[in-house]
């Protein structure tokens, strides 16, 4: 390459992506994109390296698949979509990214400033139509970082922020808006085969801090444990395993997004926090929004609460009052591993944690075994349940290396699940249709795992479904659908029965506004992209459609989809 060679600010914004270690693009185009159609274009005849560009028609399906690759990697993947209208979509992604700490760089065209006279400038009506005077203001407060893009020889050190920023403690989504005259602009070809110039800051542990935690668990007469969003890494899976069975410390996982315990393990309590709560002297909260619920059950008053996570006081909750007596700015993962290290330095000289930890498996494995026969004692009802569904499908899996994806679908608490990333469950943001791209998104990144997306019938088409089986089909992804279908909202219905246990919907057993019928044939809809799909409305129907599902993406013949026809909430 010659020192006097250009290119396109398009083509060294696509090439920058590859030298920072993005692999996907996740696009959705518009009248905004022809320098960047072009640049891909020029950079390809260039023999230039590149990300790999997926055509996702509609723009959260897009967030939620840059989402599931980064849970699968832990690598921060790009979506780019159209001006404002694509931005408006991307915002529900934006937000859920943001709640669960997820590295996600995204661009969006803006309307071209100029009327006439330069490459670039407006042409059509929506050029006009499409202008904002603040065009990031749709998700600022989803988003760590923002900025336009101004001229064209910022492309590179621009694009290097973003990707620090996204990728640093605390991670979280950035936003670069991309006004069309300045990517049709060019620059020194040479920038792009410039090393990246800023690296993510991250922030570990401080030995002394986690020396400090470890001496108070292991001098606490019931310490207890509080895991929403995982442990991290593989090592830190195992060593949060080891270190509570040796210590005897419960884990709850209330609410929880992400595996951090084996639902199996001794110390894995059940879902409620209320009788370890109850008692606990010390509280140790690894990366929680809300680990309990206080309207039901705050900790003593003399109890020492700890708070560890890349936002250990969840500054961008405007109420949260959980307790931090102690608070640490880490990443779980080597939180945990600094945290098992400290503790073996300590000393269990009467023998208090071997104790307790006989004492607490002994519960966990009553409360366990009490929540997997409800779930059995469900076979012959009138209608499939979903805790029975939830464990008949871990059953189904356990000799696989599976990963189940849930967004009001199958119920960790009746689940059977016991390696690291077995598990993941929709943000605590709540912005629906999360499940199904996150799944897809995962599927692509880790080919070599049994992906299953679990949803209720609502979240399935919040996740444009259409768009999805599209994307599926194009990308040739194998992965198990199941949609749980009550032809209702069930969390809301929940919702309103437990504000108003004795009101008067609760009486007429009829929620309005909550009611999803005509519901309808999702199996249809799969079939329309050529997907396996069938239905299952008896025990036998749905363990003969599973075991033939599982079959056909081991085989890697693509995604397949059953609709389960369930009880209604």
């Known amino acids: 390459m010659s020192d006097d060679t250009r ?9 920058r992506f590859s030298a920072l270690g993005v692999e996907y693009v996740f696009t959705n185009s518009g009248t905004d994109f022809p320098p960047v159609i072009e640049g891909l274009s020029e950079a390809e005849a ?15 399906a897009a967030t939620g698949m840059a989402h599931g690759y980064t849970l699968a990697t832990g690598r921060p993947q790009a979506v780019m979509v159209h001006t404002n209208v694509g931005l408006a979509n991307v915002a529900m992604g934006a937000i859920n990214a943001a709640c669960d700490n997820i590295p996600m760089l995204l661009f969006s065209g803006r309307t071209p400033t100029l009327e006439k006279g330069r490459l670039g400038a407006r042409t059509v009506p929506i050029g006009w139509g499409q202008e904002m ?10 988003t760590k970082w923002d900025y336009e893009l101004r001229f064209p020889e910022q492309v590179f050190d621009v694009t290097d922020r973003a ?17 069309r005259e300045v990517l049709c602009e060019t620059v020194p070809a040479d920038g792009a085969l410039r090393r990246p110039q800023m690296r993510p800051a991250t922030i570990g542990p401080d030995p002394a801090t986690m020396e400090e935690i470890a001496r108070l668990l292991a001098e606490a007469e019931h310490p207890v444990i509080f895991a929403q969003h995982g442990a991290g890494s593989q090592e830190a899976f195992d060593a949060l395993a080891r270190l509570t069975a040796t210590w005897g410390i419960p884990v709850c996982q209330y609410w929880a997004v992400e595996l951090a315990l084996a639902t199996s393990h001794p110390m894995a309590t059940g879902p ?26 705050e900790p003593r008053e003399d109890a020492t609460v700890i708070q560890i996570g890349p936002r250990p006081l969840q500054e961008r909750s ?24 400290a503790l073996e330095a300590c000393n269990d000289a009467n023998g208090k944690a071997a104790a307790r930890a006989k004492s607490v498996a002994q519960a966990n494995e009553a409360d366990r075994t009490a929540r997997f026969n409800a779930a059995l004692g469900d076979a012959g009802a009138a209608a499939l349940t979903k805790r029975w569904i939830s464990h008949t499908l871990s059953l189904h899996v356990r000799d696989r290396d599976a990963t189940v994806f849930s967004e009001l679908g199958c119920q960790l608490s009746a689940m059977k699940l016991e390696k690291h990333q077995s598990w993941f469950d929709g943000p605590h943001a709540g912005g629906l249709g999360w499940g199904f791209p996150a799944a897809m998104g995962f599927a692509l990144a880790r080919p070599d795992r049994t992906v299953v997306a679990t949803m209720g019938d609502g979240s399935y088409m919040f996740a444009n479904p259409v768009a999805c089986h599209q994307i599926a089909e194009a990308l040739g992804l194998s992965m198990v659908v199941l949609v749980l279908n009550n032809a209702e909202w069930g969390a809301v219905r929940q919702s309103v029965l437990d504000i108003y246990p004795d009101g008067h919907a609760a009486r007429a057993n009829a929620v309005p506004l909550t009611d999803l019928s005509p519901s309808p044939d999702f199996v249809k809809v799969a079939e329309a992209s050529r997907a396996f799909a069938r239905h299952a409305r008896t025990e036998d129907e749905f363990n003969a459609a599973l075991t033939e599902a599982l079959d056909h993406v081991a085989a890697k013949k693509g995604l397949a989809l059953i609709e389960v026809a369930i009880a209604k909430t």
């Open 46 to 60: 260039e023999g230039m390296s590149l990300p790999r560009t997926v055509t996702v028609p509609f723009e959260s």
């Open 133 to 142: 005077l603040d065009q990031a203001s749709l998700i600022r407060e989803a």
């Open 7 to 15: 290119m396109t600010a398009g083509a060294a914004l696509l090439s």
């Open 163 to 179: 990707h620090g920023i996204a990728s640093s403690t605390p991670k979280g989504p950035v936003y670069i808006s991309l006004p």
């Open 318 to 341: 405007g109420v949260r009052n959980f307790r931090c007596d102690l608070g640490v700015t880490t990443e779980i993962a080597p939180a945990l591993l600094a945290l098992e290290t």
């Open 272 to 297: 409620n926090p209320r009788p370890w709560l109850e008692k606990a002297d010390v509280i140790l909260c690894l990366d929680v929004l809300a680990p309990w619920s206080p309207a039901d059950v």
